[in-house]
């Protein structure tokens, strides 16, 4: 076990109804004037948009707002909320929705009291030192960005999709009501669980020695995913498996499975370069990278990929044959994301071909000057083979 800090300041408001004080809660943080950020009209079909509007005006909270947010958030929407939170004195960002609003809001949070260009924290030219507070009400469990320090933004301008990792822009709080996502489509439920199970393993898959407690702490955490994810998908309305699904998510991603360990991440910047370019959910293209990513590098340390066989997937474990139980491992993990969650495994399910796997790969690695990953270090051509086990 390596050296670790851990700091998740990220209070949580779980449970039924909990979004209905939310206006109570952000005044105790003193906010004068707050930025409603969210997605598409989801909130407003479904009821939670009044919700939180009376909740803000019954605590005396000002407020403009700002929608619009897309999976795989844009940095112009992004700067569009940056202007706009300047113009209106914006002091506190409240983000309702998922991922790519919470990704956004973040994004907005570190730019309002910035001089430069926001993308300069994603491109790695600059470091953000303050922020906005933001805060968030969970309508999707999956990329955990409601209790994390991260922040993913594509800019249009040649489709870059980029991550800020920073302590500094983990929500102040959090309103987790299992039943608000009660109402989100099965795919999208799906693509959810891909992207917790895909946060599991890149910090299950170390080459960190002496882990045993947090690696039991990942292999739970991707059983329960396992097990209540058909749950919602045959009965939207089972609160029960939803409540475990989204407290899942949450610790999947606020780093509590990282203490002691190097994850890998790999995966991630290997699938960012496919969302970023043709825009698919990232959970879907997780599923189609990942099992491919664990087909290339498995033999590097099979005895993990045993582990993960064995103790996550139940896989009687071949003591003669430890190879076959790892791949078989990884084979019920594709037939999971295929079957169980109907999602994609392969490129040819979404439509995209090879024409594109080198410019992929060349943005992955900076043009091959880099490698990226922990696990195994990967070269722009290993990133390319990856990408055609996946075809």
């Not at 112009?76 to 002091?91: H, N, P, Q």
């Not at 500094?168 to 917790?196: E, H, K, W």
């Not at 399910?349 to 090879?354: A, F, Q, T």
Request: aromatic fraction near 10%.
């Amino acid at each position: 076990m390596v050296n670790f800090e851990f700091c998740s300041p990220t209070k949580v408001f779980f449970g039924k109804d909990q979004e209905k004080k939310v206006g109570e809660i952000i005044k105790g943080y003193g906010a004068s004037k707050v930025l409603l950020h969210y997605g598409g009209g989801s909130i407003k079909r479904n009821g939670l948009y009044d919700t939180v509007v009376k909740s803000l005006k019954e605590a005396g909270i000002d407020f403009v707002e700002l929608g619009g947010v897309k999976p795989n958030p844009r940095v112009s929407l992004v700067r569009e909320g940056i202007a706009l939170g300047r113009r209106e004195g914006v002091d506190f960002i409240l983000a309702v929705g998922g991922g790519s609003t919470i990704d956004s809001a973040k994004a907005i949070g570190v730019g309002i009291p910035y001089d430069g260009d926001v993308w300069d924290f994603y491109d790695k030219s600059a470091v953000p030192a303050v922020t906005l507070p933001v805060a968030t009400i969970l309508t999707i469990a999956a990329a955990g960005s409601e209790m994390s320090p991260s922040s993913v933004i594509t800019n249009e301008d040649g489709w870059f999709k980029r991550g800020l990792d920073i302590d500094l822009i983990r929500p102040v709080f959090s309103i987790l009501n299992p039943a608000l996502t009660c109402s989100v489509p099965a795919y999208q439920t799906a693509c959810g669980a891909a992207d917790i199970m895909a946060h599991i393993m890149e910090r299950y898959f170390t080459n960190v020695d002496d882990v045993d407690y947090s690696d039991r702490l990942c292999e739970a955490s991707m059983q329960s995913v396992i097990r209540a994810l058909p749950k919602v998908l045959k009965n939207t309305d089972d609160y029960a498996a939803r409540a475990e699904i989204m407290w899942t998510g949450c610790v999947a991603h606020n780093d509590l499975l990282s203490c002691g360990r190097i994850g890998d991440w790999a995966s991630h910047m290997i699938e960012h370069e496919v969302s970023g370019i043709y825009d698919i959910a990232h959970g879907a293209g997780l599923a189609i990278c990942f099992p491919a990513w664990m087909k290339y590098v498995y033999k590097h340390n099979i005895t993990r990929f045993v582990q993960f066989a064995v103790r996550v997937w139940g896989v009687d474990n071949d003591f003669y044959d430890p190879e076959a139980t790892a791949l078989k491992g990884i084979e019920r993990l594709e037939n999971f994301l295929r079957y169980d969650c109907a999602l994609p495994t392969r490129f040819s399910d979404v439509g995209i071909g090879d024409d594109r796997f080198e410019e992929m790969a060349d943005k992955a690695t900076a043009n091959d000057t880099k490698k990226i990953g922990n696990f195994v270090k990967l070269s722009k051509q290993d990133i390319v083979n990856i990408y055609s086990l996946a075809k």
